[in-house]
């Protein structure tokens, strides 16, 4: 018998202070892609936050920045610029310029946050913003995944590669040398027969992509990859919150797996979340 567990909140209404705690959410918690949509982008001011996207480029983690393409909105200071996003650039992030660009959408393959919120300062400090927090595995997720597909990836231009590190200081004991140049981001492709291709499995009795079991007990529950445990399970859990701790099953499949909280799906159910990548 299933265990009592609440209803899935699809998506949850954030506050200033909440929108901002779940910018830093999406941006630690990313494993494989992060997508960061914001019209206005001033790193400089935010080194605590040029620090997470530096954390999560570390990890191995695909960073790209799309912000809005230099005109009479975006002031005298170009951002690309910037000391704190050039070295970023130079860590691996990929930037994208895209005209009259106003979305803010920050994007992984576990959630998105779509907000009012800018990447600047007084967005931060001084502003009221919203935010709206949506998990994967929902229709509503899949509908940001093709708005990005539709209207962000189609005309936004990559920027040339970032400018090469500064050159150590000439030394009697050693010479000059300077990192290499990265290579220019090859432009965004997606596969155009992608919407063709689930359609068809629909046809054939796709899955409900809101069916998830508990990694613990293998109870049906709903798909949340935040909630991978049912009620009772998740009590017990708590006691000792070890994200790492290995349970039972996949959360998607509901297969016997060795998972965890941290990682809630087996790996063929991972690859196929994989699909929802949006390739800059």
């Known amino acids: 018998m299933s265990a009592a567990v609440p209803e899935k909140q699809r998506i949850a209404i954030l506050s200033s202070s909440d929108t901002q705690a779940h910018l830093t959410r999406i941006i630690t918690e990313a494993e494989r892609q992060l997508i ?8 400089d001011k935010l080194r605590n936050l040029a620090r ?6 570390t990890k191995g983690v695909s960073v790209t920045l799309v912000l809005r393409e230099k005109d009479f909105s975006t002031g005298k200071e170009d951002p690309l610029e910037s000391d ?7 860590a691996g992030l990929k930037v994208f310029l895209l005209k009259d660009l106003h979305a803010k959408i920050y994007f992984s393959e576990k959630n998105a946050l779509l907000t009012s919120l800018n990447l600047l300062d007084s967005s931060i400090n001084n502003s009221i913003e919203i935010g709206t927090w949506i998990a994967s595995g929902t229709a509503e997720y899949q509908a940001v995944v093709a708005f990005l597909k539709n209207e962000i990836h189609p005309t936004a231009q990559a920027v040339s590669s970032a400018p090469a590190k500064a050159s150590e200081p000439v030394t009697p004991k050693r010479e000059a040398r300077s990192s290499p140049v990265r290579e220019v981001p090859a432009p965004p492709q997606f596969d155009e027969d992608e919407d063709e ?8 009795g796709y899955e409900d992509p809101d069916a998830g079991h508990c990694i613990r007990c293998g109870d049906d529950l709903d798909f949340n990859m935040d909630r991978p445990l049912c009620r009772g399970c998740y009590n017990s859990w708590k006691k000792y919150g070890d994200a790492t701790y290995a349970e039972q099953y996949c959360h998607s499949c509901g297969e016997p797996k060795k998972t965890s909280v941290a990682k809630p799906l087996c790996r063929p159910c991972f690859d196929d979340l994989s699909d929802d990548d949006i390739e800059f």
């Open 36 to 43: 960061l949509v914001s019209p206005y982008v001033r790193f």
């Open 84 to 90: 704190e996003l050039t070295r970023l650039r130079q």
């Open 197 to 204: 291709d689930e359609d068809e499995d629909e046809d054939e």
């Open 52 to 57: 997470h996207v530096q954390g999560a480029l």
